[in-house]
């Protein structure tokens, strides 16, 4: 939902649009941080897209990620990576900064993090 404008997350953040330059600038952020980017493949396209279609459901818009994968399941997805509670600090950090880089102004912006705090720590599966 949203703070109090009535409109979803999805839709403050500029909907499809505005979510793919979040995304873009998120793992341009992520393939920079020594923490993060061993974990993931080479080519980001489809990770990049499948996020596109998760965010776009977690916000508020429609459920793109279920119509195509199923449920979510998000910690279990996970669980083939060693997510520790460092790289779940380096995953919002490097979230923050794209809000920021999308001139997300700031009481959006942590409201956004705040959202996937829980998530991203949920997720931690190595000590
Ligand atoms: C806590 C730190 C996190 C780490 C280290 C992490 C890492 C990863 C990695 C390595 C992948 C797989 C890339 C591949 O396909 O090879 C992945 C996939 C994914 N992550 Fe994360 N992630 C984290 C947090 C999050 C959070 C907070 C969200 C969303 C709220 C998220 C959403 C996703 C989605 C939607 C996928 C694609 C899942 C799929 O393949 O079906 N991740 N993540």
Redesign the pocket.
């Known amino acids: 939902m949203s703070m109090d404008s009535g409109l979803t997350i999805y839709q403050q953040l500029g909907e499809s649009d505005g979510l793919r330059s979040i995304i873009e600038t998120f793992y341009g952020n992520v393939v920079r941080e020594p923490l993060?980017a061993p974990?993931?493949?080479e080519d980001m396209g489809?990770?990049m897209e499948?996020?596109q279609q998760?965010?776009t459901q977690?916000f508020g818009g429609p459920p793109l990620?279920s119509e195509q994968?199923g449920h979510p399941m998000?910690r279990a997805?996970?669980m083939r990576?060693p997510?520790t509670n460092e790289?779940?600090d380096a995953?919002l950090a490097c979230m923050n900064a794209s809000l920021q880089e999308n001139g997300v102004e700031d009481e959006l912006r942590e409201f956004v993090i705040a959202r996937?705090k829980g998530?991203?720590y949920h997720?931690?599966n190595t000590p």
């Open positions: 993060l974990l993931f493949p489809p990770v499948k996020q998760f965010l977690f990620f994968h998000m997805r996970h990576f997510v790289r779940a995953w996937l998530p991203a997720f931690v």
